[in-house]
């Protein structure tokens, strides 16, 4: 099966900044990857989805990209507020059976 | 659209007793919904896949006899952990596949501690 990683540590970053995460994955390119936020003790809230033959999906102040070359995938929040502060999960199809596998996930800090 | 409920949303039992864990998808048919586990600072793990009117598949090392699984309808599935211990107190949230193909609806969780 797919390993994923997120970096785990949490990212701090000023209000109005960029914020800029990271997925990796270790074996076959999945055929669409996702992107997950998640509040403390709640469940996921789905943002984003990018097919293996898109290079890069934006919704309002999200941006994904998703290189297969690379194994990886990267979330973008630009104009980042206090109110963007969460988890944020990627997961991976498991072969189009609409199983997804979830990386660990990177929590990030907005600062005021 | 495509909200999907759990319930209890956190519940607390004594070790040896079983609880029940409701999942509904509120205004869409799910044929298919998911159970995973969350433990604290990791990421979900995936338990068990529900299809409506059929057995559940389990992930391994998942105890089917364990953790028992019933999607009765296209809007409810049920998780009963059996005979809980306190290495089972997690958080159990369950998803569903909504309208637009391959996106997961998630519940918001349930909270169990197994004293």
């Known amino acids: 099966s797919q390993k994923i990683e997120q970096n785990s540590e949490a990212l701090n970053i000023q209000e109005g900044k960029t914020a800029t995460l990271t997925c990796n994955y270790t074996n076959y390119s999945p055929a669409y990857l996702q992107w997950y936020r998640q509040d403390p003790g709640r469940g996921p809230v789905f943002l984003l989805l990018i097919r293996e033959n898109e290079k890069e999906k934006r919704k309002e102040r999200l941006k994904v990209t998703f290189d297969t070359t690379l194994k990886q995938s990267l979330f973008h929040i630009t104009a980042s507020q206090p109110a963007d502060s969460a988890t944020y999960l990627c997961?991976?199809?498991?072969?189009?059976?609409?199983?997804?596998?979830f990386g660990t996930g990177t929590k990030l800090q907005v600062i005021p | 659209g495509a909200v999907v409920s759990q319930h209890p949303s956190w519940v607390i039992c004594k070790s040896g007793t079983s609880v029940k864990i409701e999942c509904r998808s509120l205004?869409?048919?799910?044929?298919?919904m998911f159970w995973y586990r969350q433990f604290p600072k990791q990421s979900l793990m995936l338990m068990a896949t529900?299809?409506?009117?059929?057995?559940?598949?389990?992930e391994q090392g998942v105890e089917k006899d364990k953790f028992l699984i019933n999607h009765a309808s296209l809007t409810l599935s049920t998780l009963t952990v059996t005979s809980a211990h306190p290495e089972d107190s997690s958080f159990y949230i369950c998803?569903?596949?909504?309208?637009?193909?391959?996106?997961?609806?998630f519940g918001p969780g349930t909270r169990l501690t197994v004293l």
């Open positions: 997961a991976l199809d498991e072969g189009g059976y609409q199983k997804v596998t």
């Open positions: 529900s299809n409506e009117g059929s057995k559940a598949t389990y």
């Open positions: 205004d869409f048919q799910a044929t298919t």
């Open positions: 998803s569903a596949i909504g309208p637009v193909y391959n996106e997961q609806f």
